[in-house]
């Protein structure tokens, strides 16, 4: 028995599934200052510093000069200027899927306007959703790694506590998943917001050490960089880009907070604070060249660096938690789309609709983050590894908010391409620069975006197969219903659901009932679950229902791909179930042949993830006392 709290799902005049009480513009503002900006407000830490490792060479090749300085800190500018406030704040924004955001409900907005021409877009979210994941397990290692390595500054004797202490705080983190961030919810805004104003004082104190730094803002000096560092310049930019990661977060978490509540943070204390702490760190660095070690906490008085090394260690652990909440949202998005087999989703809010938990991606992501702490044991070499998922999942998002500005916005498509294709070119750029790192790194995340885009795809296609190989030898419902002896079959009381993933398909559980058991219920319900290209099924619009005969009739029940799908409690709504249903489900042995469908290893694979996936029961909240399993084998 799952012991999750599942929302009632709506009756005509109660509020959509999973929504909220209505909360005030300011709190969320102050929400998303939290949740949305935690992991590019962390990006101070190191994007500076690794930066300038690039530029020098790394372990002081070369010495640092005030050119690099003006150079780097005008590209870190200029980028979060383009990519974050421009592409981001204000055009990705637009592309909201009522409401929701991200890769998933990006791709699920363009199939909806391209209608059957929109695989090619799957495909695209696939690779997208995947590389993902590759930055969900390497943020909160170089998070919290470039937080605790401050230990040292305080004294150099605490530096072999670095790690074990690194993978403790980890830990801690993904064991509380299970707990919901409900209870913590309301400190994250808080927190976070003090933090960026404590980076914002930290960067103007110093603005006096060289006030020159204001001319970073000029663009000439990140261009005139690149132009005069050739090649080089590459591996500046994959550092450079390390301070917009987290910028996807603006558009995954949308719906959370809504694109208003959002923008204002930007604009008002994010963008703000970001701006003056790195101009700060620039401004001492020309000063004090000798503090390159650790820019950011040296911003700080020796009396301060131990508060700001907690504040630190607490804003990482937030930005650890934005993307470990990210994970689970996509991966429920995932199996609604029918990319990834189900698993147990568990709410952990009666309110907050974005708040689930998903054990097995929590115990995975677990795992491979500490593997990456103890496989790289500082930030510096673990910065290597990022950026590249990051970059390729930002051209992805532009490539995906093209299809949807031509088709679903009706732009001309030149001036669609007109308005994009600088920010194609412009992330093209970092991604070529992350390219570099790919064998000091940057394979890691490549790795598992690829494995996870394989099982993707592994997914889907089997999943296709087995529907076509179902419908195939499945008798048609009208001709079930003109058998002879439907009409003279024995009877029991009670009513039974059968569940089908094909309309027009008589289900397998239904026809093996009546021939094994040679009896139907008093009246039988066939059900199709149908996943729609929108975030949430409101209203009356979610249970259809067709009376086929006197004892048989045909349901159609919608959930949107947000949506945790509770049949029961639609059902319920819909009248249909007062507690007293029994439902029939197909338990399906797969048996792999190289004769028909994929090649025999991509059948193993998808025979374990279907081995490994939550039961139809338990996912669509059947109760256990109230489901019939009935076998099948097939040959995939």
């Known amino acids: 028995m799952t012991a999750s709290v599942s929302t009632p799902l709506p009756t005509p005049g109660t509020p959509a599934l999973g929504h909220a009480p209505r909360t005030g513009f300011w709190t969320l503002t102050l929400g998303s200052v939290g949740v949305v900006y935690g992991d590019i407000g962390t990006s101070p830490l190191y994007a500076l510093k690794e930066s300038l490792h690039a530029a020098t060479g790394g372990a002081g090749h070369h010495a640092l000069t005030r050119e690099m300085i003006f150079g780097v800190t005008s590209l870190i500018l200029w980028a979060l200027i383009l990519i974050v406030t421009v592409k981001y704040v204000l055009i990705v924004l637009r592309a909201d899927n009522d409401g929701e955001g991200g890769t998933l409900s990006l791709v699920a907005l363009a199939q909806r306007a391209l209608g059957h021409q929109g695989g090619a877009v799957i495909l695209i979210g696939m690779v997208g959703a995947a590389l993902f994941y590759g930055d969900a397990i390497i943020t909160p290692a170089i998070s919290v790694l470039s937080a605790v390595e401050g230990l040292k500054l305080v004294t150099p004797a605490f530096e072999p506590f670095v790690l074990p202490l690194s993978v403790a705080i980890l830990v801690g983190v993904f064991v509380v998943q299970s707990h919901g961030t409900a209870r913590v919810a309301a400190f994250f805004g808080p927190i976070t917001a003090l933090w960026f104003l404590a980076m914002a004082v930290g960067g103007l104190i110093h603005l006096a050490d060289d006030p020159g730094i204001l001319h970073a803002f000029n663009p000439a000096y990140g261009i005139g960089f690149l132009l005069g560092h050739g090649s080089a310049s590459l591996l500046v930019l994959g550092a450079v880009f390390l301070a917009v990661t987290g910028a996807e977060a603006l558009y995954a978490d949308m719906g959370h907070f809504g694109g208003g509540p959002i923008r204002t943070a930007w604009f008002g204390l994010v963008f703000p604070a970001l701006a003056l702490n790195y101009l700060g760190q620039g401004a001492m660095l020309l000063a004090h060249p000798e503090n390159m070690e650790n820019p950011f906490f040296l911003l700080y008085p020796s009396w301060a660096l131990i508060p700001m090394l907690l504040l630190a260690t607490m804003a990482t652990v937030i930005a650890s938690q934005a993307v470990i909440t990210g994970a689970f949202s996509i991966t429920q998005q995932a199996m609604q789309l029918g990319l990834l087999p189900r698993m147990r989703v568990l709410r952990t809010s009666e309110t907050e609709r974005g708040q689930i938990y998903i054990p097995q991606v929590n115990w995975w992501l677990l795992v491979a983050v500490v593997f990456l702490v103890v496989l790289f044991k500082s930030s510096t070499a673990l910065a290597a590894a990022y950026g590249i998922a990051v970059t390729g999942n930002m051209v992805i998002t532009t490539a995906l908010v093209f299809v949807v500005a031509w088709k679903a916005w009706r732009w001309s498509p030149v001036l669609a391409a007109v308005l994009l294709a600088?920010?194609?070119?412009?992330?093209?750029?970092?991604?070529?620069?992350?390219?570099?790192?790919?064998?000091?790194?940057?394979?890691?995340?490549?790795?598992?975006?690829?494995?996870?885009?394989?099982?993707?795809?592994?997914?889907?296609?089997?999943?296709?197969?087995?529907?076509?190989?179902?419908?195939?030898?499945?008798?048609?419902?009208?001709?079930?219903?003109?058998?002879?002896?439907?009409?003279?079959?024995?009877?029991?009381?009670?009513?039974?659901?059968?569940?089908?993933?094909?309309?027009?398909?008589?289900?397998?559980?239904?026809?093996?009932?009546?021939?094994?058991?040679?009896?139907?219920?008093?009246?039988?319900?066939?059900?199709?679950?149908?996943?729609?290209?929108?975030?949430?099924?409101?209203?009356?619009?979610?249970?259809?229902?067709?009376?086929?005969?006197?004892?048989?009739?045909?349901?159609?029940?919608?959930?949107?791909?947000?949506?945790?799908?509770?049949?029961?409690?639609?059902?319920?709504?819909?009248?249909?179930?007062?507690?007293?249903?029994?439902?029939?489900?197909?338990?399906?042995?797969?048996?792999?042949?190289?004769?028909?469908?994929?090649?025999?290893?991509?059948?193993?694979i998808y025979i374990a993830m279907a081995q490994a996936a939550t039961d139809a029961s338990r996912y669509f909240r059947i109760p256990v006392d109230r489901a019939v399993e009935i076998g099948s084998q097939i040959r995939i």
């Open 422 to 604: 600088p920010f194609m070119l412009i992330e093209g750029v970092f991604l070529t620069g992350n390219a570099l790192k790919l064998l000091d790194g940057g394979w890691l995340p490549l790795l598992v975006g690829a494995v996870l885009m394989t099982m993707m795809w592994t997914w889907r296609t089997g999943s296709l197969f087995i529907t076509r190989e179902i419908h195939r030898d499945r008798l048609p419902l009208t001709d079930f219903l003109g058998t002879p002896t439907n009409g003279s079959m024995q009877r029991v009381p009670g009513t039974a659901v059968f569940m089908t993933g094909t309309l027009g398909d008589t289900p397998g559980a239904l026809l093996h009932n009546v021939k094994h058991n040679r009896v139907l219920h008093a009246h039988s319900l066939i059900v199709t679950v149908v996943t729609e290209d929108v975030p949430r099924i409101v209203g009356g619009e979610r249970v259809r229902v067709e009376r086929l005969s006197e004892a048989l009739s045909r349901a159609t029940v919608r959930f949107g791909f947000m949506e945790l799908p509770d049949l029961p409690a639609a059902l319920a709504a819909a009248g249909l179930d007062s507690g007293g249903l029994s439902y029939f489900l197909t338990r399906r042995v797969l048996v792999a042949s190289a004769e028909t469908g994929m090649p025999v290893w991509q059948d193993r």
